[in-house]
């Protein structure tokens, strides 16, 4: 084995991603988007509590530390766990492109495993787009932006609206959720897309 995996790669006609004007400015941290999203949420315990900031292309970095509640084999984090944390990074780029996307595809390399107590240091940008698809790349590091790769991923996000959590949520979130006028901020702020 390899370890080289068939990534997703931009089709024909698919153009280079463009930083939106209103994105946060470099350095500024992204704020959780929903208080019990198992990947940011503050509201979830054992949750991942990434914490994301803006970078200034089309990209984000961030920051996870593995707890004890994360493992998989003794003292080592949980595949599923460390996919999660870059499927978060990488859902966080919707800021960037000030849309607001769901994962369609997330294609994961584990290189190293990753013990609890690791900080693990993610990075990732979008490569492409293609009318709703958003094309992306992620990166955790151990120990510092610069240190071991540990991870790597592609993806494919595919654009979508509010009312695609609207309709497909359990309506006690959703009614909770609209109810929040912060919640409703941060919904807002992906409406006014031009
Ligand atoms: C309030 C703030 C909250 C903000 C909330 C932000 C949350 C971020 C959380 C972190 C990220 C997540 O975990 S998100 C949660 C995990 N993901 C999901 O739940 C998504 C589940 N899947 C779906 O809902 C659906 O399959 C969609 C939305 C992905 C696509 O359905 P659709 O809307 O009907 O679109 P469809 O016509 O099928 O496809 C549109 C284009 O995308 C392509 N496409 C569709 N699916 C895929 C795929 N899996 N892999 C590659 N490409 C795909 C199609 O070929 C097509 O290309 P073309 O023909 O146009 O070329």
Not at 121 to 148: C, D, F, S
Request: net charge negative.
């Amino acid at each position: 084995m390899s370890g080289r995996t068939t990534a997703p790669t931009p089709p024909d006609g698919a153009v280079p991603p463009v930083r939106h004007p209103d994105a946060p400015a470099p350095g500024e941290t992204i704020g959780s988007h929903y208080e019990y999203c198992f990947g940011c949420g503050p509201g979830v315990p054992h949750g991942l509590h990434v914490e994301v900031r803006a970078g200034d292309g089309v990209c984000v970095s961030a920051e996870f530390r593995v707890k004890e509640a994360h493992q998989g084999a003794p003292g080592l984090a949980h595949g599923g766990v460390l996919a999660t944390a870059l499927d978060e990074t990488l859902g966080s780029l919707g800021w960037m492109l000030r849309v607001i996307a769901v994962t369609g595809r997330l294609e994961t390399d584990f290189l190293l495993p990753v013990p609890v107590d690791t900080v693990l240091h993610l990075h990732a940008e979008v490569t492409a787009v293609h009318g709703r698809k958003i094309y992306a790349a992620a990166t955790g590091r151990i120990g510092g932006p610069e240190g071991p790769l540990a991870l790597r991923a592609e993806a494919v996000f595919v654009e979508v609206k509010v009312d695609h959590f609207i309709e497909h949520g359990r309506p006690a979130e959703i009614q909770a959720t609209l109810a929040n006028p912060d919640q409703v901020k941060v919904a807002r702020a992906f409406e006014v897309n031009p």
